[in-house]
């Protein structure tokens, strides 16, 4: 933002401050009474829809200013911040033929309890702290398109000082609450498509004119040889009542950590690469020096925030939420998109870099709070598109299973999510299949880590004192973890079947099989021959990995994401052939008996 032009440089005063102040606060209220009553202005919503228009005209600017000096590395930082918000409020406001766009009704007052942070402003040739400065980087990308698209600047003001006279191209319009305004009119109707990649700004005008050509603009920083602006926080001017001494070089970018779910394999991977990060995490191990009880949490020297409150009110309402699969669903995409906005609150503008939980990227991302960020996500499942699909091909095949329709996500989410990956700096996941179903989908930003083993000796096996060799599912019995395909697959073979999980609500789940169920607490790897897992759709095989480290044989769906490790057998997922001819070879040192 820039306060109304001067023709020249002159050292500041108070008295010119609060002069400055009072006569800005009536130019406010003139304007106010003026598009309240005499004129109303309105906020153009989104269409709910995707942007169809074609592009007239598109505008990119770098984000971070490398000719900036190292004292002003916060304002920077801050000035990010602001266009992540702007740019949110402005993207995909569609404009009818002949109606007026105005930038401050359409972004709002700028207020910090909207997050707002602390940015440059110019004014009077001056580079000052301010809150909400740096937003005329996105108003000078929008008059640039709009006088590239052909459109009529209804209102534009100029800089008190050009930041970069090298683009003669670049259209100057700078802001101030609410009186400094950019106005746009056009004859057609327009939308905006305004984003930021984690170094640029990009600016799109679409248009209803379709035969208009798209005009693509590139733009650099400040010119390292243009005449550097005063700055407040460089400026030696002593006896300037906006001088404050020079401050230590910041460090330029920090981390932050948006976790969820504990894995082995991503605590590993963020203590070798992520160790100085800000952590922010749903619980941590002890609490006031207590420990907590419960699933294992992740573990840094001091986390930057913990959301207990947050935590505690998930495991109500997952209590709450039964076994009933759907709703169960949908109360942990809700905590999720609880757990997400109480981390958005707590980033800070020097996060350019987020580590996040895949499950939490899809409500950021429509947060806008990723914006202007290097972002890596910490993968763990299938996209949501793709489970839905897996999990709708089984149900043609066992259509009277609840367990296969109970999983449907938001279409605008699983859009998000899609988008959100595609977009990532780097995707790190563990599981084999995850990483080949992103690179089948054309986002080859994946490294792939190796799934952390657990320690577990070689079972004791005891052949002669069985009379049946022993089987386990480590799975619920549910159909979209397989159960049908090895009900199927198991008749006719003299074994016992140890099912660890939930059993099945239907009696006639294992029909004619020597059942037992367990938990995975209990001494099962002794007792397995085979460790089968039939399944569509496993993000967590850990009981296979158990099996693995000790050596039993393992015969898994490509969907369980071990792949090609070994001990593992592969078979097609749904192939209740496959699965049996597999379960007999692995049995082979044992007379199993085959019905007729």
Excluded at 279 to 296: E, I, N, S, T, W
Excluded at 358 to 387: D, F, W
Excluded at 395 to 411: G, H, Q, V
Excluded at 438 to 460: E, K, T
Aim: with cysteine; charged share 20%; glycine share 6%.
């Amino acid at each position: 933002m820039s306060s109304p032009a001067t023709s020249a440089w002159r050292l500041p005063t108070r008295s010119q401050a609060v002069s400055i102040w009072l006569r800005s606060r009536g130019l406010m209220l003139v304007r106010a009474w003026h598009d309240w009553v005499q004129a109303p202005v309105r906020r153009w919503p989104a269409p709910g829809d995707d942007l169809e228009l074609p592009v007239v005209s598109e505008w990119r600017s770098a984000l971070w200013d490398t000719q900036a000096p190292a004292s002003e590395w916060s304002l920077v930082a801050g000035k990010v911040q602001n266009l992540r918000i702007a740019a949110q409020a402005l993207n995909g406001a569609a404009v009818p033929a002949g109606e007026t766009f105005s930038f401050w009704k359409q972004v709002g007052r700028v207020r910090r309890g909207r997050g707002f942070a602390v940015g440059r402003e110019v004014r009077a040739g001056c580079v000052i702290p301010t809150l909400g400065g740096g937003l005329c980087q996105l108003s000078n990308a929008l008059a640039t398109c709009a006088v590239q698209a052909g459109f009529t600047l209804v209102e534009r003001h100029g800089h008190s000082a050009v930041l970069d006279s090298s683009r003669p191209e670049l259209v100057d319009a700078t802001l101030f609450w609410n009186y400094v305004d950019l106005r746009i009119r056009s004859d057609q109707h327009w939308q905006i498509e305004a984003m930021l990649t984690d170094t640029e700004l990009i600016v799109r005008l679409r248009g209803t004119a379709a035969q208009r050509k798209s005009t693509i603009i590139p733009v650099a920083p400040r010119s390292p040889d243009g005449e550097p602006l005063r700055g407040c926080l460089s400026c030696d001017e002593r006896a300037c009542f906006r001088h404050r001494p020079p401050e230590q070089q910041l460090t330029r970018g920090t981390t932050a950590l948006l976790l969820d779910t504990w894995t082995p394999e991503f605590e590993r991977h963020l203590h070798e690469h992520a160790m100085q990060a800000d952590a922010l995490v749903p619980r941590a191990q002890r609490f006031k020096g207590l420990p907590v009880p419960g699933r294992a949490s992740w573990h840094f020297p001091s986390p930057y925030h913990v959301a207990w409150w947050t935590f505690l009110l998930r495991a109500i309402h997952s209590r709450l939420a039964g076994r009933d699969g759907g709703k169960r669903q949908a109360t942990v995409m809700n905590e999720q998109r609880r757990l997400a906005a109480a981390y958005a609150r707590r980033l800070r503008p020097q996060h350019t870099h987020v580590i996040v939980d895949q499950a939490l990227l899809p409500h950021l991302a429509m947060a806008g709070v990723l914006q202007g960020r290097k972002v890596t996500v910490l993968a763990h499942s299938l996209p949501m598109h793709e489970i839905e699909r897996r999990l709708d091909e089984a149900s043609l095949r066992w259509p009277d299973e609840p367990s296969l329709k109970d999983f449907r996500a938001d279409p605008v989410l699983a859009r998000e999510e899609e988008l959100a990956l595609r977009r990532a700096h780097e995707i790190v996941c563990s599981h084999r299949e995850l990483a080949a179903c992103l690179r089948r989908d054309g986002i080859h930003q994946v490294q792939l880590i190796d799934w952390a083993m657990p320690d577990a000796a070689p079972p004791a096996w005891a052949r002669a004192a069985k009379e049946r060799p022993a089987i386990v599912f480590p799975c619920s019995a549910l159909a979209r973890k397989g159960q049908r395909e090895l009900a199927q697959a198991l008749r006719g073979i003299d074994a016992d079947l140890l099912v660890l999980g939930t059993p099945s609500a239907r009696p006639d789940a294992w029909p004619g099989l020597h059942v037992t169920h367990a938990s995975h607490a209990t001494g099962w790897l002794a007792r397995a021959d085979v460790v089968v897992m039939p399944a569509h759709i496993e993000h967590s095989p850990r009981a296979a990995l158990r099996a693995i480290a000790a050596g039993v044989p393992v015969i898994a769906t490509a969907a369980c994401g071990l792949e090609s490790m070994p001990g593992v057998q592969t078979v097609p997922a749904g192939d209740a052939d496959a699965l049996r001819a597999a379960i007999i070879d692995a049995l082979h040192g044992w007379p199993a008996r085959l019905q007729a």
